[in-house]
């Protein structure tokens, strides 16, 4: 099986061990660390979606997928630094799950997505204070914050981050998506963020139409 | 008044006790081994101080298995969960007298109801919950954001005035035993919401109050001075606890620093405190059932071990609403086989440690009152009911337990009707096997007209709901269940004037909520 096809394959088969040690044969035998993504990540990222919509792979497979990529892309980063290129993003996201709130795999599993789907992902973590969100925006350059929170009392404090942001001067160029379990459509209009999903699929769609065309010149 | 399950003659072998024996097994060497997160220095102390391996760090407690089998050995087997009234309101109340739980198909020895060993306690009212593995109780579903009104039909985030509508009309459903927080009072302070979801409730029902949104020590000290003040003082509040409390997990395998401090006060104060597990296959527990019934358990039993360290003898209860998490969403479910399984499989474990079980049941996933939520709440119901859980949750809200919807907090009390007849079983004894009227009627004839037919006829179910008219009266008026549901609702909650508490009470809730904000 040619070189890329292999790497490919071992993203659809969510198989982050051998996706890893490919990428390092990659950097070994000297190839572009761009080349590798793109001929060889891509594609079964890709894939592995079509797959997802057609019904046959379910979201397991689709993380288990997302988390091979991201491993190997971890490996090839130092190379890609060395040689100062930088894959193309989507868009820069900040992420995090509201202060006062520990609850993690919905964030985790959205943060998973948008980075399989092609954004870079700055996970705050849990228990993050709302400026801490608009400091790393600015500090990352994001052009999204997404606000995660499981419960009706620290859901409040979406609306803080949205205030944050606003004090730093970054709204409304920064756009803001919430998400939880008591999150609803009405609650994300009221507090003015710019969108909610109730799922991670929705989330990263959602993510894709708030930044379509303003990806920041730096990451082009 | 209520009317609980008593005594069921049902049961369901759905674990062996070799089955059970090797959760629990499981859970203790993971408890042990791979421990469990605790995200409170006081509660590291409390374990740390009683043989737990505790790394800071991580925050994680590893508990030798034989200090939780000793801690949950401390925890009372029966107990009872009491209404609003006061102690000289009772009447008097049959209770179960065998000290321990025992599952269902044990219950089945005993030949009848009737024959069932039982004491007569004074001081239990109407509206007290026995929790003796004997009766089981519908609770309200929890903690909804959103509401259907009732007159106008809109969906719009709860109030603090919903969260008295739906006691009110909890009080007047005789199906529903005690009153669980059903909707967030989203009006009021975040942090003394739980506080004035309680006030509404208790200036609307009698019945018992458990709360699953006080999450911080402040507000729970709180919560138990404002039970302490309805029960009629500490010692009172101890012996008839008007409100119970319910904290969350964190799966898999940890806990929320704020549920467990607001446990802590709560079980040192003595108000009965459960924990609940919600892990779900494939995303917060293995996709395997057992797996999860293993993560969801060790998070249980090691916050309940916890309160028993701090609180030697604390009333405590297990508490599960485990599901499977959505293979395309990765959401949560609200119904399905899997939480079927669950909800009859947790009150073998609940048993094996003797301990009561508050249990998800109901609570469906669908988005309107129909199909798929009667499938989900009849079969989650009597699943539960089949194992013998004591509290049943889960009664009145849509859509994973986000919406409220009052066409389907009456039509689940319809289908806790049916499963309250179901669970009665089938006697048999001469007077069941009605030989004389049967010889009296003969070939041929019928019943109609037999005294035996009389006097027993009452014991056979009746709808509220279910449509039985002539096809024809049905093609007249196109309207159902769901539409008389609603009816139902709308009169009551119009009409039903519950027992008000006394003003002076009223005013000194008002006071200890406004001393927190």
Request: glycine share 8%.
């Amino acid at each position: 099986m040619p070189f890329f096809d292999s790497l490919t394959q071992s993203v659809i088969a969510g198989d982050p061990e051998t996706c890893v040690a490919l990428a390092r044969q990659a950097l070994a035998d000297g190839l572009d660390p761009l080349d590798v993504i793109n001929q060889g990540l891509v594609p079964g990222i890709q894939n592995t979606g079509e797959q997802f919509a057609s019904g046959e792979m379910f979201l397991p497979d689709l993380m288990l997928a997302a988390e091979a990529m991201k491993q190997a892309i971890a490996v090839l980063e130092p190379e890609m630094a060395r040689r100062g290129t930088r894959r193309q993003v989507l868009g820069r996201v900040v992420i995090g799950t509201i202060q006062g709130d520990i609850h993690e795999i919905g964030k985790n599993l959205v943060a998973t997505m948008l980075s399989a789907s092609g954004f870079e992902v700055h996970d705050l973590g849990v228990d993050v204070p709302p400026l801490k969100f608009a400091e790393q925006a600015r500090a990352v350059g994001a052009n999204l914050v997404g606000v995660s929170a499981l419960l009706t009392t620290t859901m409040v404090r979406q609306k803080e981050v949205i205030e944050a942001l606003e004090e730093l001067g970054l709204r409304p160029g920064v756009k803001v998506m919430v998400g939880g379990a008591p999150v609803t459509r009405r609650w994300a209009e009221q507090i003015g963020a710019d969108g909610f999903s109730e799922d991670a699929l929705g989330a990263v769609a959602l993510a894709k139409r708030l930044v379509c065309g303003e990806i920041p010149k730096k990451s082009r | 008044m209520i009317n609980p399950i008593s005594f069921p003659r049902l049961s369901l072998n759905i674990l062996s006790d070799e089955d059970v024996r090797r959760i629990h097994t499981a859970t203790l060497d993971l408890i042990e081994a791979t421990g469990v997160r605790f995200p409170l220095g006081r509660a590291l102390d409390i374990l740390e101080a009683h043989g737990a391996q505790v790394d800071r760090a991580a925050q994680v407690a590893r508990i030798p298995g034989r200090v939780v089998e000793e801690a949950l050995k401390l925890a009372p087997p029966v107990y009872t969960l009491a209404g609003r009234e006061g102690e000289e309101d009772y009447g008097q109340q049959t209770i179960a007298e065998h000290p321990g739980r025992t599952d269902n198909a044990r219950h089945m020895a005993d030949d009848d109801r009737n024959l069932s060993p039982a004491v007569r306690r004074p001081w239990s009212s109407p509206n007290d919950l026995i929790l003796d593995g004997r009766h089981i109780y519908l609770g309200t579903d929890g903690c909804g954001v959103e509401v259907i009104d009732a007159f106008t039909g809109q969906r719009r985030a709860s109030t603090k005035a919903d969260a008295a509508d739906c006691a009110r009309l909890a009080d007047a459903l005789d199906e529903i035993g005690f009153w669980w927080s059903m909707v967030s009072a989203q009006d009021c302070p975040p942090a003394s919401r739980g506080l004035h979801e309680l006030e509404a409730a208790w200036n609307n029902t009698s019945k018992h109050l458990q709360t699953e949104s006080i999450v911080s020590q402040v507000e729970m000290e709180a919560a138990v001075r404002m039970a302490e003040a309805i029960a009629g003082g500490r010692a009172a509040m101890r012996r008839r606890p008007p409100l119970s409390i319910m904290q969350c997990t964190v799966s898999p395998l940890g806990h929320d620093a704020g549920s467990l401090e607001a446990g802590l006060a709560a079980a040192e104060a003595g108000l009965p405190v459960g924990y609940m597990t919600m892990a779900s296959c494939a995303s917060s527990a293995p996709a395997t059932m057992a797996g999860a019934l293993v993560v969801g358990n060790a998070e249980v039993i090691s916050a309940l071990a916890l309160m028993e360290m701090a609180a030697p003898g604390a009333p405590v209860y297990y508490a599960a609403a485990q599901t499977a998490m959505d293979l395309r969403t990765g959401g949560y479910t609200g119904g399905g086989p899997e939480d079927y399984l669950f909800g009859a499989a947790t009150n073998r474990l609940a048993d094996f440690y003797n301990l009561p079980l508050s249990m998800g049941a109901f609570a469906t996933g669908a988005k309107q009152p129909g199909w798929q939520a009667a499938v989900d709440n009849s079969f989650s119901s009597f699943m539960a009911s089949l194992t013998g859980a004591d509290m049943l949750l889960g009664c009145g809200l849509l859509h994973g337990s986000r919406i409220l919807s009052y066409a389907q907090m009456v039509m689940d009390c319809e289908i806790y009707s049916i499963v309250r007849k179901m669970m009665e079983g089938i006697i048999v004894n001469e007077e069941t096997l009605a030989l004389d009227s049967i010889r009296a009627v003969g070939p041929g004839g019928q019943f109609l007209t037999q005294k035996h037919t009389r006097a027993h006829m009452r014991e056979l179910w009746r709808p509220r709901l279910f449509d039985r008219r002539a096809y024809d009266a049905w093609e007249a008026d196109p309207a159902g269940p769901a539409d008389w549901a609603l009816q139902r609702a709308r009169e009551l909650l119009q009409s039903h004037r519950p027992v008000p508490l006394e003003p002076a009470m009223d005013a000194e809730l008002k006071r200890i909520i406004a001393s927190v904000e």
